[in-house]
């Protein structure tokens, strides 16, 4: 689209004023005879044919799309369409000639993801409300908001189980590993278990960030659950991948010790069929034999198909149906080129043929809220309808994706000569009807789009820890008890920027708006120790805000650190009768804006420090080890060489509206 000129800021240039008294011959007369000036933009920023859609004027909207130079790819700055506008003007035949006959999409989102179907909801414009509902299918109450997993979930893999449905997800470092999610109805999701949750069978402790453990697979076979995932270790030695496969007869767990596959590769998955059972590995997708309780390799691996881009193939998964098999792959690297290519063969070994319609699951809208869509996996309901989960990211300003890479979902048609597309080719959704399954909840919206149905209240230690709570590595084995309904968390011996620190207690930031809180009981400190809240990535970039002793008190501070530099704000004093008093510090979020305050928790709260861009909290943030993770936030301490205990009584997250 080419550039558009700017209106004068203080008079409305006549096309405008013309269009705002809805006066047709003025329109056409003005664009006869400058064509161009439709390709110009109010002082607000809005272009002029989205601003003709905005006044809801019907015979100007038709005259505009089929008589002028405007196209109707036309955005404005936030990615809104011509129908957006439309929308919150309310007028149904425009939004029915703008659907119907220039062919706009009711559920294309923004960059916030917010489409003409919400606009219209949030405004009550009850015909157009009903129009909609006619063109789509379902009531606004019953569509879904992708992702349907938000904050760090990435690489989904998913098993259906009678009418249960279960999910596994990558956690690199994070403990416990690999959590097994619950939902029936493939939209709101619960972590009911995680495949590894023995410390001593994790291996943890001296990966750095974003190794561990990589791109899980969740697998049934005969009455029991098989998890298999790359276990990717330091660069530091001549082997840097094995695979694990644990097993269970119930899918929360408990599940057995890893069995190790020495094989290289990343991304596993397993196949059974007719009582035998197959790994499948990257590049492309390469295949071998397991034994009968898939915990040894039992054949040499052989290459099934490279794929179809060719370019970081990975994440195969296999799906037999109508005597074909379907080999789906990821490819073009987990950023903007991310996509999902499948290809097929009458036998397991091949050869393959590719899709014609590859990628069958690609974000082509480089301006679009959802990006970086793959790694994929294929579902049949009990209803034999398909879907595909898959990893996706939403970026700040297009740059930081510092919620991490997270699970969206969307329907699979098969054409007419067999082959499975995801959301007719056309990318990822924004906003989708609700499976048509049994048990389903009604989603809830707030007006960002944000599910609202699972709010946690704030939440104290009472009933012991959430279940959304992980540790980078394990905890020490005393790290982390309960007591008069309080958590009693043992201050580490290393500083949060060491990959030997540990029981730093996070959990995903799970929007790009939160506020976060830590009440706790001021302990007694000794020089160089402190505690407090975290806003963490890995040991390389952080942000806390902590107590720490001074040589006639306390003080409270906050402390980033990027890559190898530490930058220290200026600290508040406070007096030391606050030892053994509660306190609360906490940190607001819009975007990569962070607000920091404190408090005693009966009295108001002080601004502490504020920052305007932490962008470092994410995997674009800074070039430093591996950077696949996403954002989280939460409690900590550091002791040093003197033991330390902090006694918190809540840790409360919401999310908050954009």
């Not at 970081?312 to 690297?333: I, N, Q, S």
């Not at 510092?402 to 000569?417: K, N, Q, S, V």
Request: aromatic share 10%; hydrophobic share 35%; net charge negative.
């Amino acid at each position: 689209m080419e550039v558009m000129r700017i209106l004068n800021t203080f008079t409305l240039h006549p096309l405008q004023k013309a269009i705002k008294e809805r006066n047709l011959d003025s329109v056409m007369r003005i664009l006869t005879e400058e064509p161009s000036c439709i390709d110009m933009k109010t002082e607000e920023g809005v272009p002029l044919c989205l601003y003709a859609a905005q006044e809801g004027n019907f015979p100007i909207v038709k005259y505009i799309v089929e008589y002028s130079r405007a196209s109707m790819n036309t955005v404005d700055d936030k990615n809104r369409t011509i129908l957006h506008y439309a929308a919150a003007a309310g007028d149904v035949e425009t939004n029915r000639y703008l659907v119907e006959k220039v062919g706009m999409d009711i559920t294309a989102g923004d960059v916030d993801l917010i489409t003409p179907y919400q606009i219209a909801w949030e405004h009550n414009h009850t015909e157009l409300l009903a129009y909609y509902q006619e063109r789509v299918g379902a009531p606004y109450e019953e569509m879904y908001h992708n992702p349907v997993r938000s904050g760090m979930f990435p690489d989904p893999s998913i098993v259906r189980v009678g009418e249960d449905y279960y999910m596994v997800n990558s956690t690199f470092i994070f403990f416990p590993c690999i959590p097994v999610s619950h939902s029936r109805d493939l939209v709101h999701w619960e972590i009911i278990g995680h495949a590894i949750t023995n410390p001593e069978w994790a291996r943890l402790d001296e990966l750095e960030g974003g190794r561990g453990y990589w791109a899980p697979d969740i697998s049934y076979n005969n009455g029991r659950y098989y998890i298999t995932a790359t276990y990717r270790l330091n660069d530091t030695g001549t082997v840097y991948r094995k695979q694990i496969v644990v097993s269970s007869d119930r899918p929360e767990g408990p599940y057995s010790e890893p069995a190790i596959i020495d094989e290289d590769g990343i991304d596993p998955s397993i196949f059974h069929e007719d009582g035998r059972h197959y790994m499948l590995l990257n590049r492309g997708a390469r295949i071998f034999e397991l034994n009968s309780d898939c915990t040894k390799q039992i054949s040499e691996a052989s290459l099934l198909f490279y794929g179809d881009q060719k370019r970081a193939p990975e994440g195969p998964h296999l799906l037999k149906k109508d005597g074909y098999y379907y080999l789906f792959l990821a490819e073009g690297g987990t950023g903007p080129g991310h996509r999902i290519t499948v290809a097929r063969s009458r036998t397991l070994m091949g050869n393959y043929e590719p899709c014609p319609y590859n990628p069958i699951m690609r974000q082509m809208d480089e301006k679009a809220g959802i990006q970086r869509c793959g790694h994929g996996k294929p579902v049949c309901t009990q209803n034999g309808e398909w879907y595909m989960v898959y990893l996706c990211g939403r970026r700040i300003d297009g740059q930081y994706s510092i919620l991490g890479r997270e699970t969206a979902l969307d329907p699979i048609t098969w054409t007419a000569d067999g082959w499975p597309i995801v959301n007719g080719l056309k990318g990822p959704s924004v906003l989708q009807r609700m499976p048509n399954l049994p048990g389903q909840n009604q989603a809830v919206w707030n007006l960002s789009g944000q599910d609202l149905s699972e709010q946690s209240p704030r939440k104290t230690f009472a009933d012991g820890l959430p279940g959304d709570f992980v540790t980078p590595r394990p905890p020490e084995k005393d790290a982390i008890r309960f007591e008069d309904g309080e958590l009693i968390l043992k201050g580490s011996a290393c500083p949060l920027a060491s990959v030997q620190a540990r029981n730093i207690l996070v959990r995903r930031q799970s929007a790009f708006c939160f506020r976060a809180e830590a009440e706790l009981t001021v302990p007694e400190l000794a020089e160089g120790q402190e505690a407090g809240i975290t806003c963490y990535y890995d040991e390389n970039t952080w942000v806390c805000c902590y107590l720490s002793k001074e040589e006639n008190g306390l003080s409270v501070q906050v402390k980033e650190h990027i890559g190898k530099e530490d930058i220290v704000h200026p600290k508040e004093i406070l007096s030391e009768e606050l030892i053994g008093e509660q306190f609360v510090l906490g940190v607001e979020t819009e975007y990569l804006h962070r607000r920091f305050y404190c408090g005693k928790v009966e009295e108001e709260k002080k601004t502490l420090t504020e920052l305007s861009n932490v962008y470092y909290l994410c995997d674009e943030g800074i070039s430093m080890g591996k950077r696949f993770t996403g954002a989280m936030t939460g409690i900590y301490g550091y002791a040093g060489d003197v033991p330390l205990y902090i006694r918190f009584r809540k840790f409360h997250y919401q999310e908050l509206p954009k």
